[in-house]
């Protein structure tokens, strides 16, 4: 089939790439320019760089215009395949080729439309995740299902461990949705909106911690924030702090959230909505990392005691 390619960084590596392993023509991938985003330096692979050691003609754009949808034209496509792309799509283009524009999510949709979805996947305490093949319509995330491949999330699964096993699903769910396609097979089933959840895009606010959410939930929060994404971060003693290490404590402690305590290896912050009644596990913060980038262990940086706050 001949694909035009639509990505962005490493997923749309990923997918341009298994484009070509699965013997597909691509006559044009387009992309956007190279990021200046810090945090996302691992994901940052380049389908330009990809692109042009095939000979592949690229266009580079921050947004679809009338010099996109036009080369798109020339490039008489059978399919377009989208993965991680930034900017909306108008109707002219995603219906423009015979079979349409197949976008590629990485949640079980409908649940977890919109943004970051793996690490909302994992701090709202899912069992399982995954790769979405659908059909681009003019909602977001919202078109028929054509592939849907899912992973169990384990217990102590960081956000970028399963941000990297649900890539490597891409060229087995790639490979089915265009073989579909290919044989006149496609079955699509249309998304139910009564389960949809959309969440928004992550900002730096939603990675400052919450001292009355259970430790459960919090210990499932530092692991999601993993490097390369910016850390749970908090303020002790006036200075912030990143969480980078946690665990749920062995014992129930009572008391004020926030408060520590040095007991089992690390610092104990007793947290909880209802935690004067003493039911609660606290979270034993075993590793931090402080505003000069240093990391340092939790039981000896909380040992003059106090409070882990939420604000300066």
């Known amino acids: 089939m001949r694909v035009v390619a639509f990505g962005y960084q490493t997923w749309g590596v990923r997918t341009l790439q298994a484009l070509l392993d699965l013997g597909h023509e691509v006559p044009l991938a387009v992309t956007h320019p190279a990021s200046e985003q ?3 330096a691992i994901w940052s692979e380049s389908v ?8 592949i003609p690229v266009h580079l754009t921050e947004r679809i215009d009338n010099d996109t949808v036009d080369l798109v034209k020339r490039a008489e496509p059978d399919v377009i395949v989208v993965n991680s792309w930034y900017t909306w799509m108008p109707p002219e283009l995603y219906q423009l080729p015979p079979h349409g524009t197949l976008n590629m ?20 305490g899912e069992s399982e995740f995954g790769l979405t093949i659908h059909r681009m319509d003019e909602g977001l995330d919202t078109g028929d299902i054509l592939v849907q491949h899912s992973l ?3 217990p102590a699964a960081t956000g970028t461990e399963l941000v990297l096993r649900g890539m490597d699903l891409i060229p087995g769910a790639l490979e089915e949705a265009l073989t579909a396609l290919e044989s006149g097979t496609p079955v ?10 959309y969440f928004h895009k992550r900002s730096e606010r939603d990675s400052l911690v919450d001292w009355h959410w259970r430790a459960e939930d919090l210990e499932r929060f530092v692991r999601a924030l993993s490097d390369p994404y910016p850390r749970a971060f908090a303020y002790y003693r006036g200075e912030r702090i990143e969480i980078v290490q ?12 926030g408060r520590v305590i040095v007991q089992e290896g690390g610092g104990v912050v007793v947290c909880g909505p209802d935690a004067i009644r003493g039911g609660n596990h606290g979270l034993v913060i075993t590793r931090v990392r402080t505003a000069d980038g240093f990391e340092r262990d939790g039981n000896e940086f909380f040992l003059r005691g106090g409070h882990v706050t939420s604000q300066a």
């Open 188 to 197: 699509w089933r249309p998304q139910n909106k009564a389960d949809r959840t």
């Open 48 to 55: 330009e760089d990809l692109a042009r050691d095939r000979d």
């Open 246 to 257: 946690a665990r749920i404590s062995e014992a129930r402690y009572g008391g004020t959230p």
């Open 105 to 124: 999510h990485d949640s079980l949709l409908p649940k977890f439309t919109g943004f970051s979805p793996v690490l909302w996947a994992l701090i709202s």
């Open 38 to 40: 810090s945090y996302k």
């Open 152 to 154: 169990p999330i384990g």
